[in-house]
């Protein structure tokens, strides 16, 4: 009976020492556990969160932001997009200070559209969904305008006319030669987004999209 | 050996080496020097340097301004570690930087050897080694087509450049394979 009262208080302190370790700030950043500011935070939300460093742009906000790409800008929180990614085995890594994730290799039946050779999410000090970006490839010019015009179509439901637009997105003037290109520009109060094609040549045809609040 | 004779060695050995040292400056060129613009020039001489160093500054600018407002996960190291030397690659401070990539910019594009940037400091181009500036930034294939089409071709159309010259006398370049491997995955 001693025995085990001795191996229960010995684990029971083991664990204490590690939870305590694992708890100091520098540890905490080494394991992950971190906010925008840098500071450490325990992964089951028993940390203080560090204080939004940029006022009400970074704060969580009150009704979730534009939904994009499947995740809601504003809402959507790094647990949320690393459980979508291990939901689908995808590979991801930590950015520095673990507000950004690198994506790799997204099906576009999660997305809608083209596969993703890469997404990119940015957190706020809040930890939720401040940008994404991702990276298509489509192996056709018409593919990528059948791409872009989705796209477009989408963010004019989201945000109306683009702000901003360059060259024209058909086949004749981005299958002209290497880095034609054509882009469209949106936004609506804080939330901006931006829809790049690009001719590659051999590589392939480009979507890049861009949106952030 | 006379005096006479030791003379006329060094005076030819001076203007061996000049000549060879101007043969150099003049002959050495760019992978961008063959390549044509709607102008039946290369890129340095259509746009010359003035073009140049607008180009290279809107590409400071649209990072500046990309780093703002979406942070740095689609950019890699390059920019944002200029100066704090964790890396060889990162020693160079942002103002050096900037200057260096004008003169690598000028030279590859047809230009001369070296150039003086705004800063009025001298900044040669054609010694600039791009592997050792990249290795371990870790630049991903996506990070680098990301910065082409959303950087660097803004940059070039903001600044005046057809689009027809984008191209033919800018994109391959950048788009060059060998050019490529010596940025990314390093």
Known sequence: ?213 | MSFRTTGIVIATLAVATACSSDDSNNTAKGPGATLKCASGQDAFDTYKAAGFVAVNQAIFAKVHDEVAANGATNLGSSFMEAGTANLPATADDAATFEGKLAAFLVFAYGGPTSITYTDNKTYTGDDQDMVTAHTGLGITEDQYMYFISNIVVPALTDSGVSSDDVNNCFAPVVLGSDFEASIVNQ
């Open chain 1, 1 to 213: 009976m001693k025995r085990v009262a001795r191996w229960g208080l010995g684990s029971f302190a083991a664990v204490m020492v590690l939870v305590t370790v694992a708890h100091l700030p520098p540890v905490a950043g080494w394991l992950g556990w971190t906010h925008h500011g840098g500071s450490g935070t325990c992964p089951f939300g028993y940390g203080k969160p560090a204080a939004p460093a940029g006022g009400a742009a970074t704060a969580r906000r009150a009704s979730p932001g534009p939904a994009v790409l499947g995740f809601s800008l504003g809402a959507t929180t790094r647990l949320d997009v690393q459980r979508w990614a291990l939901a689908h085995a995808l590979w991801c890594s930590d950015g520095k200070g673990g507000s950004e994730l690198a994506c790799g290799n997204a099906p576009g039946s999660l997305l809608g559209g083209l596969d993703a050779k890469s997404l990119w999410f940015e957190f706020a000090s809040d930890d939720t969904l401040a940008a994404v970006r991702a990276v298509r490839v489509a192996p056709t010019v018409d593919s990528l305008v059948t791409a872009f015009h989705r796209d477009a179509d989408a963010l004019g439901g989201l945000a109306g006319e683009p702000a901003k637009q360059t060259g024209h997105a058909d086949a004749a003037t981005l299958g002209k030669g290497l880095l034609s290109q054509a882009s469209a520009e949106y936004r609506r109060g804080d939330f901006r987004a931006e829809l790049r094609a690009t001719n590659f040549g051999p590589r392939g045809y480009v979507l890049t999209e861009s949106y952030a609040l």
